[in-house]
Nanobody, 126 residues
Framework: QVHVAESGGGLVQAGDSLKLSCTAS????????MGWFRQSPGKAREFVAT????????HYADSVKGRFIISRDSAKTTTYLQMNNLKPEDTALYYC???????????????????WGQGTQVTVSS
């Protein structure tokens, strides 16, 4: 199991930028992929972005492609989500998760991750 913790959420206006951070510990950082998901009240948790263990491969949900950038720093065992041109529909609780080495495939499903943080709230006002 990996311990993950998110930070960096807040209240911003539409068009603003925000950078989320996720620190991880418990397994060799480069041995597992990382992902970001988000969840709004009454909705299912949805995939946002994922990055491979080496950082060489990334994948984004269509709704954030071109606006969000996922990255990772092995020295700091931290994964980031740079969010640009934020929209009110981006408002959600954002979760960071560590990929399960046994089930991870493309990183778009909740079941592909075995360790989750508590979430950080992002609110975008219009």
């Amino acid at each position: 199991q990996v311990h993950v913790a998110e930070s960096g959420g807040g209240l911003v206006q539409a068009g603003d930028s925000l950078k989320l951070s996720c620190t991880a510990s418990g397994r060799t950082f480069t041995s597992y992929a990382m992902g970001w998901f988000r969840q709004s009240p009454g909705k299912a948790r949805e995939f946002v972005a994922t990055i491979s263990g080496s950082g060489a491969s990334t994948h984004y949900a269509d709704s954030v492609k071109g606006r969000f950038i996922i990255s990772r720093d092995s020295a700091k065992t931290t994964t980031y989500l740079q969010m640009n041109n934020l929209k009110p529909e981006d408002t959600a609780l954002y979760y960071c998760a560590a990929g399960d080495p046994h089930t991870y495939y493309d990183g778009t499903y909740v079941d592909e991750y075995d360790s989750w943080g508590q979430g950080t709230q992002v609110t975008v006002s219009s």
